[in-house]
């Protein structure tokens, strides 16, 4: 079923949506999320249906935790979604009674789904590679259809449009669709148009094609680092991974973030690029600050010679050149994780340099696809939301469909 095809008058969808909104202080600073799940929510309220709304939100580890609670964003989404009120289950699991007396063109909003360890289905408490854990995997597995078969008692429709979470097999992001048949699950708007977006990445590359990638760590992006080296013919590697690249060389790079034990890794991905005739191009000069804090002291020096009490914030300016540089001419853009800690106005400089370039290669033809929630929040902060082809609601989900991975969530859907 198509969420165009389906009739959801008199009818209850759940839908799980990405509201995993950065919040300061109880206030949603980047609304993003929201907004991309408003054409689904609208298009059901509008077809005469009742909406449930679930989330996660954060990483509460299946405990209780109000600071990561969904109720705080209520009001915003009905201002959002343009109804007098949104309705809110403060336990996502004992909700049958208000999902019961809900009626066409109303809508509630359940508790962060995460408050529940059943939700992604990781046993707690026991540790891994005991016999205990495989016997308590098992039984939260089981645990975990009991929860997903609860949510789904809700409705009658279930809608995935969490793109954010298609990558992992949650309870609410796939588990649940067992038990709605085919002509009553779908996925949403948004889904449909991330998986497009990806397929027009994938399904019609037009180089020359770069990867930009960055962010704090080089750990969590090896996979699609490696796998990006077998399609791009250019990789700019930057944030915080310089730094790892930089010591893996024998560099001194003072305080700056590192994973001392990932020194072969960042060689060996050097080695993979000259093996692919991929352009690696890394930082050569850093913005250094003398304390993790937009107002420290800063300067600017090698990323391999940055002196003790020192760190490494910020791509420095022959590196904001050097990455213009790379991404002016090319055809297809990706890019995901910042060039530095962004957050620091006085630190983002880096990040600046490579939104502005991918800008006007995409004013002049390239298809740009931005994704991960820190790049998404550049691009509003440097007004250039609107002058880059596509930006993705994912960010591990993302790379891992542009690795040529099924995602879960989609697969649920559509067998
Ligand atoms: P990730 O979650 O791995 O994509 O990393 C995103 C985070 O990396 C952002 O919050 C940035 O502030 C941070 N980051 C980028 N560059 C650096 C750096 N040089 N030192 C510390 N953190 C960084």
């Not at 497009?196 to 037009?206: E, T």
């Not at 937009?294 to 914030?313: F, H, M, R, Y």
């Not at 994780?337 to 991918?358: K, L, Q, Y």
Request: net charge negative; hydrophobic share 40%.
């Amino acid at each position: 079923m198509t969420i165009k095809e389906c009739n959801f008058a008199g009818k209850k969808a759940i839908v799980r949506v990405d509201f995993n909104v950065p919040l300061k202080d109880g206030v949603i600073t980047d609304d993003t999320r929201i907004r991309g799940a408003l054409p689904t929510l609208k298009h059901i309220l509008e077809g005469g249906g009742a909406l449930i709304i679930m989330s996660h939100m954060g990483k509460p580890k299946g405990k209780v935790k109000p600071e990561l609670s969904l109720g705080q964003i209520k009001e915003a989404v009905a201002a959002a979604l343009g109804v007098p009120e949104v309705k809110f289950a403060p336990d996502c699991a004992k909700a049958q009674e208000a999902a019961a007396a809900l009626q066409p063109g109303e809508v509630l909003l359940l508790e962060n789904l995460r408050y529940y360890p059943e939700e992604e289905g990781k046993p707690v408490g026991v540790e891994k590679g005991t016999p205990e854990f495989d016997e308590a995997k098992k039984a939260m597995k089981e645990s975990q259809k009991e929860f997903a078969k609860t949510l789904a008692s809700y409705a009658d429709l279930y809608v995935m449009d969490a793109f954010g979470t298609a990558h992992r097999k949650h309870a609410s992001t796939a588990v649940i669709a067992d038990y709605f048949d085919a002509d009553s699950k779908m996925l949403g708007f948004l889904m449909e148009k991330e998986v497009q977006a990806v397929d027009n990445v994938l399904g019609n590359i037009k180089r020359p094609f770069i990867a930009i990638m960055g962010g704090s760590k080089v750990s969590s992006k090896i996979g699609i680092i490696e796998n990006l080296l077998g399609k791009v013919d250019k990789l700019i590697l930057c944030g915080g991974m310089t730094y790892t690249f930089a010591k893996a060389h024998g560099g001194e790079i003072g305080n700056s973030i590192v994973e001392l034990d990932k020194l072969d890794v960042a060689l060996n991905v050097e080695k993979l690029a000259a093996e692919n005739g991929v352009e690696l191009v890394m930082a050569p000069d850093a913005v250094i600050a003398d304390k993790f804090d937009n107002d420290a002291t800063q300067k600017v020096c090698p990323s391999n010679a940055i002196p003790e009490g020192w760190e490494g914030l910020d791509a420095g300016p022959e590196a904001q050149k050097l990455f213009a540089e790379a991404i002016k001419g090319c055809k297809t853009i990706l890019w995901n994780g910042p060039a530095g800690v962004f957050e620091f106005d006085n630190f983002c400089g880096g990040s600046r340099a490579i939104g502005e370039a991918i800008a006007e290669a995409t004013a002049e033809g390239a298809f740009s696809l931005i994704g991960g929630g820190d790049s998404v929040a550049c691009c509003t902060k440097f007004g250039l939301t609107d002058k880059v082809s596509y930006i993705s609601t994912g960010g591990g989900a993302l790379l891992e469909a542009i690795e040529g991975k099924v995602l879960p969530g989609v697969a649920a859907i559509k067998g």
